[in-house]
């Protein structure tokens, strides 16, 4: 158990629908990050968070969105959903700064749009 | 931009073997970290092992070690004694300093045979 955790674990929804997906850090983590596994993209990042701050941004498409709260949990939300979306998102977290590299993988959220 | 790229899809390995995964990386950064994730069937994400490049001597986590070739950009993983536990994907990620984001490679699926 890494101390991540995410909620749901399984999501299935239709096509043009919107969903968030949820984040807890390890306690004492301020850094969030969120990648994509898919079968197509392999495992991409898409966004990371920085105590409350976007710190940088990869590959994520103008219909996702993510946020991080003051008590530091953090949501991505993806809208108008498309086949091609379906995927398993992981959110990842470390205490940030020169310790980056040190991130935790939580279980995945599993996307299924049918 | 940095690139990861591990050219064995698939590799198999007897019980109690030794194997070897190989990964090649491009980046023109000299301050970076390279790293070699586990995805269990279980989907889980579990860090493997890390390498700061601007150390010279391999990492090595108990059967777990790296070839750590800068020059050549290469960095392959061995596993020592492998056990069926050890099945799974494998992927080579890269991290430039002071940047959180990982950049994956597509994996190889290792399967350990009985």
């Known amino acids: 158990d890494s101390g991540v955790t995410q909620t749901p674990k399984h999501l299935i929804t239709a096509t043009g629908q919107r969903v968030t997906l949820r984040c807890s850090p390890r306690?004492?983590?301020?850094?969030v990050y969120w990648y994509q596994q898919s079968l197509d993209q392999g495992l991409q990042f898409l966004i990371q968070?920085?105590?409350?701050?976007?710190?940088a941004k990869g590959n994520i498409l103008e219909r996702f969105s993510a946020q991080q709260f003051p008590d530091l949990h953090s949501e991505l939300n993806l809208s108008s959903l498309e086949l091609g979306d379906s995927a398993l998102y992981f959110c990842?977290?470390?205490?940030?700064?020169?310790?980056?590299?040190?991130?935790?993988f939580g279980p995945g959220t599993r996307l299924t749009v049918t | 931009a940095q690139t990861v790229t591990q050219s064995q899809p698939e590799m198999s390995v007897q019980e109690a073997e030794t194997v070897t995964l190989s990964c090649t990386y491009d980046?023109?950064?000299?301050?970076?970290?390279l790293f070699w994730y586990k995805q269990p069937p279980s989907r889980q994400m579990i860090l493997v092992i890390r390498?700061?490049?601007?150390?010279?001597q391999n990492a090595t986590e108990n059967r777990f070690s790296v070839n750590f070739q800068k020059a050549a950009k290469s960095f392959s993983l061995k596993i020592s004694d492998s056990q069926l536990g050890d099945t799974a994907m494998y992927f080579c990620?890269?991290?430039?300093?002071?940047?959180?984001?990982?950049?994956f490679g597509k994996g190889t699926k290792l399967s350990v045979k009985p």
């Open positions: 306690s004492g983590d301020l850094s």
């Open positions: 390498q700061e490049a601007y150390k010279q």
């Open positions: 990842a977290s470390s205490v940030g700064g020169i310790r980056e590299y040190e991130q935790y």
């Open positions: 990620a890269f991290m430039k300093e002071g940047q959180g984001n990982l950049i």
């Open positions: 980046t023109s950064e000299s301050n970076y970290y």
């Open positions: 968070y920085y105590n409350g701050e976007e710190r």
